[in-house]
């Protein structure tokens, strides 16, 4: 049984560029979330998709911007890429809007230039 | 505001010193603690959930207790493969998760 999936796992990004990240959740799991984790520090919550829409949102800009598919997986986007977004970006799939079964997967570490 | 803070930032122990973690949070309608170990560069690995107040959970040397303000997490005579980032996560009523900074553990053999 697979379990989340992230792609690419490496990508190194000049400033103002633009990233797409995608995410294949758990088998069984319909909810990706997505967050960001600095060096040194603790995972911050970007957002949330559920039924293909954008549930909860955290305290990030608008250039973050992300997408879910009908088949529950999903991207995450990143405009006019700043060296402060060089980070490890984490997916997580869970089970309905009660996030049962959260699961982490391995991130995408981006490093912007 | 949901808050998550941890402590100590770093531990250093001896292979077979046993030491407590500790997570301290203020969190509005508390659904879930959860503790999760991070290796560098990997995703954090689900380790405990604790649901309410004098809940405790045990994994091979490791123990997980929680009270109204904070959690603690108990390392018994720990290994070197023990060594990783140990992160804590509170579930609020909105469902998603806040984590804390981390305590980054090195057992020396």
């Known amino acids: 049984d697979a379990g989340v999936t992230q792609s690419p796992t490496h990508l190194i990004k000049t400033r103002g560029q633009q990233v797409t990240l995608r995410c294949s959740p758990k088998?069984?799991?319909?909810?990706v979330s997505w967050y960001q984790q600095a060096l040194g520090q603790g995972p911050q919550f970007i957002f949330q998709?559920?039924?293909?829409?954008?549930?909860q949102r955290g305290n990030f800009p608008d250039r973050f911007s992300g997408h879910q598919f009908p088949n529950y997986s999903s991207e995450l986007n990143v405009n006019a890429l700043l060296l402060g977004d060089s980070a490890l970006y984490l997916c997580a799939s869970s089970w309905g809007v009660e996030n049962y079964g959260y699961t982490f997967g391995s991130g995408t570490r981006l490093t912007v230039v | 505001e949901d808050q998550v803070t941890q402590s100590p930032e770093a531990l250093r122990l001896q292979e077979g010193e046993s030491s407590s973690l500790n997570c301290s949070y203020t969190v509005s309608g508390l659904r879930g603690l959860f503790w999760y170990r991070q290796d560098p560069g990997k995703g954090p690995e689900f380790l405990f959930t604790?649901?309410?107040a004098g809940e405790e959970k045990e994994k091979e040397r490791l123990k997980a207790t929680l009270t109204k303000k904070e959690s603690f997490l108990h390392i018994t005579a720990p290994k070197p493969e023990d060594s990783a980032t140990y992160l804590c996560?509170?579930?609020?009523?909105?469902?998603?998760?806040?984590f804390g900074p981390g305590t980054r553990l090195s057992v020396l053999p």
């Open positions: 996560a509170v579930q609020a009523k909105s469902q998603n998760f806040v």
């Open positions: 604790l649901y309410s």
């Open positions: 088998s069984g799991h319909d909810t």
């Open positions: 998709y559920y039924e293909e829409e954008e549930r």
